[in-house]
């Protein structure tokens, strides 16, 4: 016996099949089955440059086809929704042909290479929205429990006035001087590098958290490794960062490492850095907020934990708590697993078609919009303006 | 385009479909996406006791069709595996049925109710295995990638001799007087308390890891809270461990705690201790084990986590190391995310049904068999005689 | 200008150098400066066995002089304290004496070698306190503030009913089998291996914690080493518990190990375990105590933190909270520094020597009085009977 | 028996008795007894501004006597030694009487008000040493065992090129809008805010454990409550940072949070926080330095521990250490505790005048010398103005 299913079907297309193709996949698979989603999905066509490959990633994540051009999605009535991960590139060009094709969009971050094709994309997200289409970047870490637990209590008035934010995003996966020099370091294709990849994780986390948002800027970048060999052609599906080098050199053109620090229209003072080359930090996304009246903590290696220090509290009985963010009040969490049963990289990934999901049938934008990840590559070229100018205070 | 699919396809099957239910679906939908297991699965239908949930699950978890009654499975040419969550009082009689009917089975943990249920699901087990019908054992914690480390190390003599292992399983779920008496808490259904439901995954765990079988064993149980509300009629699909209560009575017929030390048949000393009445404790499955060469020491809040000393590195420069085992080397790891990109609760069933998988294709018993299942039975029932004989030493 | 004082002074003296002697020591030069003792305090004499080494000793440690024979304490009108730091053999006849000689005793745990002994030391403390002469047995741990605060919690109801407590004291200082037999090692010096030794100081620290005693036991102990080389000649003043080997073996005839259960006269369930065999635990004395209203945990080797979960806090922003016991309402640490900057393992030895002298102005007992250092005893002999006797629950 | 006594006296004097009093009376007290310098001590004499209140605090703090102004220092035969532990802005007029006067200088940090006055006290400092006159700035943080162990791992190139450091001092007890306005809010009495109190203890970490020397920095400052209470008339002796506060209101001149980035003259990046505002935060001095083949952590609020990453150690079994840095061979360790026997905040205090007389007794500069407290005056004025002019990169 079927139970029956009235509710409508949305057709999914994914353009891009490595990292972040098989955990959006992950997600799409899994995300009818938590709680219940007002549309059931259908996993349709997985895109990519080259159509055998394409076919293969397909297979392997479970859509029903594989295509070689993106552009063979704008035309098919069967696909309603398209999740963009190709490298930075190309998000501008994708999303707004897909928005303008009537394709509610999903958009992997940073959002552009420049502010440039950010404020068009933008524009072409509001002009949806007026259509009702609808558009969202994918800042994943604002989905995990943890993290959303952290902005209720600054929502909540628990931690006071926000006065000071410190946010470090640590990898370490390009410390070795053999690491072959893949899209992600090359300024051309990625747009930027740790500043960009990583460091635009932190700008939106810090915001969310805090409801602040950056206003003014002081930073610097360095490249510690100048040159690196040229990647070996690609190969066959891959789902993480790893990479095998050919014997030619290539000049690195993004920075590994950005540090900055800033202000927030709300008086908070925010310090950030971006690396990834913090050697034994394999995916170290942490960040700490003091208020007037009470803290937290964050740190993605330990992501179910948020740690609050509840300043009312009497001295002698207080310390930061360590809230294991697996309880069913706590965002995302209610149709998981009980207590004490963690989740994982990709689960927060789940939450985020949830929202995108929920956002379509309510008939609103979903959150983060097109427009807060405009917000953060201003943020992030004003990183960069102020890096080139002697790390002089720069307006956002 | 679609690639090409010539792998045998097996047909699933699951019994029950609360908490276990929830998580091994989810397991099931995603085991074909991880890597490329010889079979490919199909989730045909999810059994349970009504017809009417049984539908709302399948749709709900995603398997083809729900029936009322397990028996239906065994008929159906289409279901060639069966995978039983139920309460410990059915598994014996389901499992059995079914090896019987030439399905390969998988089976929760704890195996049975007693040693001697147990006893006639490993003689049919070994029926079946030589007809080639498999069967394994649920205890999922083996597979997390941290604990398969352990074991690894142990193996590699990195430890030297075994010589001491503390486990604890600890839980809270129970603490409040007013929680109901669920299944978990009826002996008949249940069989056993935290003794049998979470003292059994560390007893499994200190054998999976040191290679010893506990040989002798002392032991006492505890019930603090004598009686509960009987729970609530059950309504709708649930994921947890959470219930209703009503307003009437009833005896706790299962401990609350058990703890007991034994000896490894290595020459170990292992102290164990499994309880649902410590405050705070989420999901605390810890173990320590300590050896001439080395020590490891895991908690499953931390589950991405194996610290190890390696007692050969210098004073000076020792300590325990924090090994996050997001690295593609580690058990399980490679079809995953890139390192530090952490694994949840719900990864580990995948590694389980992907051993299971191919165990079935090299035509071999997957790990556990039933009958490690029934070794573990065996010290279960020696710690519950142990602590009716105030606590003398008794033989497994 | 110097202050006017008028403090009475008390003459002390200390029995025994090796590392209690250089620890005692530092706290008695201390003792004056922290807070304001209703004593001054004079380090009259250093005694050992020797007396040429006493005399290093004493001018290493701050003593007026050394003598080489503790007899020449009783006699003397300017030592009004006699401070036992010898091994467990020699604790009855001194302190005995020393009470009998109208002198305050404070004796290093455990107690005694032997139920019998400490019995008669019991007796000879009783008879001095009706002449108003103090004795105390010194454990330590107790006088760390996170213990004390947790005994605080537990007595101020926090934690509920107590249910469990689970206990270990970790060190791994004879993991190398090479390490020597020294009189730790050897029963008819020590009394006891590491059952007695750091045993002794869980079972004080469960009972004080707790409020409860244990009433009966069940444990087993083990030697994993059998045979040591046989230390080579003493020399010198050392402050540690390292040694040098000889050539010769001897067998050990103390335990490596020990672990046991019991339960407390209010219902608690409490397990052990102290081990000098847990490689990379250095002094890894750990306590966790769970109630029906809150837990709380401890461990040594960050001795400045206690861990309190308070189940009033509703779920979704519950945890365990790091309390940092640095604050001046925490006991003892008011006339230290300021929160934050933590205690080392010294400072708890001045609480001690504060509550010794606080009790002998007061004109009452300090505690723990040597009646507790005898219940410590008798658990410890129960344990011992049980492990003879196959782990049979024995009363205590 | 006494042993006899051959080494030469040092009379030792300090100037203050607050919370440093405090500390370093308590290391004065101790130092003579850890080890054997070669130089006895003897505590002659404390100077503060009030005779009655300096002869209250020598006898608290175990001094022969306490004298009204430290003037009177001077001109005594007795007094060898001159240990300055005054606000900030009397340092330099106190350690250039005192190093003219022939008295070897210890001087508690920031070294002085301004660069000038560092400038004047370094060249007193270098005029003295030619007379065999010693001068040291007191950097206790140095002499914590772990911040030692960093550096000597950095030294031995176990850590590769240095490239990264993040360092941040992270203090809570301002907070409270309530908390008065001490000296150390005051810029004419303490120089400055957090960036000098405690920011200039994470420089010269820093620089300490990397062997780089800052070059330019960028930063900003925020004092987020202008306005506090005065403080009461001070009474009594104290030993904290606590303070009572009058109805009166004054202007805070000094900051309460300090954010800064620089390069090191290695090439290394680095970043700092100073802040008395981080709720929950005692004394989080954290230090975390990254190179090509290494990685170490520190965190004051577990001072006994460094956190090693050794990049040589493969992958699958590689992680940060948590070296517990308490065995004999850590600097300064040797004469204390047997491993796991932890040190608190005093003890470094004691490393610091060990070295302090090692180098009268070797005719060399201690270390850190005045040259040193200037050079982190220097990147405390960089940073200064960097804050005054747009966060400009400003060479130091």
């Not at 394709?103 to 502010?115: D, F, G, R, S, W």
């Not at 008086?267 to 050697?279: K, P, V, Y």
């Not at 009497?314 to 930061?320: D, I, L």
Request: with cysteine; charged share 25%; proline share 5%.
């Amino acid at each position: 016996m079927s139970a029956p299913e009235d509710r409508p079907e949305l057709g999914i297309a994914v353009v891009g099949h490595s990292f972040m193709g098989a955990v959006h996949s992950h997600a799409w698979r899994t995300v009818d089955h938590v709680g219940r989603p007002r549309f059931r999905t259908r996993r349709r066509v997985l895109a990519g440059r080259d159509a055998g490959r394409a076919a293969a990633a397909a297979a392997q994540f479970g859509w029903d086809e594989g295509v070689g051009d993106w552009r063979a999605l704008l035309e098919r009535d069967d696909v309603h929704v398209v999740d963009i991960l190709t490298p930075g590139d190309s998000h501008a060009e994708i999303a707004i042909a897909a928005l303008e094709a009537g394709k509610h969009v999903i958009c992997e971050k940073p959002l552009a290479k420049t502010v440039e094709e950010a404020e068009r994309m933008t524009a072409a997200a509001e002009a949806a929205a007026a259509r009702g289409v609808r558009s969202m970047v994918a800042f994943n870490y604002r989905q995990v429990p943890a993290v959303g637990l952290a902005r209720q209590l600054v929502a909540a008035g628990r931690l006071g006035t926000v006065r000071q934010v410190r946010a470090v995003y640590l990898q370490d996966w390009i410390v070795d001087e053999e690491f072959p020099l893949t899209w992600r370091l090359q300024a051309d294709r990625a747009g930027a590098g740790s500043l960009g990849d990583i460091g635009s994780h932190i700008i939106d986390a810090a915001q969310f958290i805090t409801g602040q948002r950056l206003v003014s800027v002081s930073g610097t970048t360095e490249t510690f490794v100048k040159q690196r060999p040229l990647p070996a052609a690609e190969a066959g599906v891959g789902t993480g960062l790893s990479a095998t080098a050919s014997t030619e050199m290539g000049e690195v053109t993004v920075d590994d490492a950005a540090v900055f620090f800033g202000r927030g229209d709300g008086g908070a003072l925010m310090t950030f850095e971006a690396t990834r080359m913090a050697l034994g930090r394999k995916n170290g996304m942490k960040i700490e907020v003091n208020g007037s009246a009470g803290s937290v903590a964050f740190d993605f290696e330990s992501m179910n934990e948020l740690w609050f220090y509840d300043g009312t509290v009497p001295a002698p009985e207080n310390g930061f708590r360590r809230i294991f963010a697996t309880e069913p009040e706590h965002p995302g969490v209610a149709n998981w697993w009980p207590a004490g049963h963690g989740l994982g990289y990709d689960h927060p990934f789940v939450h985020e078609l949830q929202e995108f999901l929920s956002a379509i049938a309510d008939g609103r934008d979903p959150a983060p919009s097109f427009a807060e990840g405009l917000q953060v590559q201003r943020v992030l070229e004003a990183v960069q303006r102020s890096a080139d100018n002697d790390s002089v205070r720069t307006p956002v």
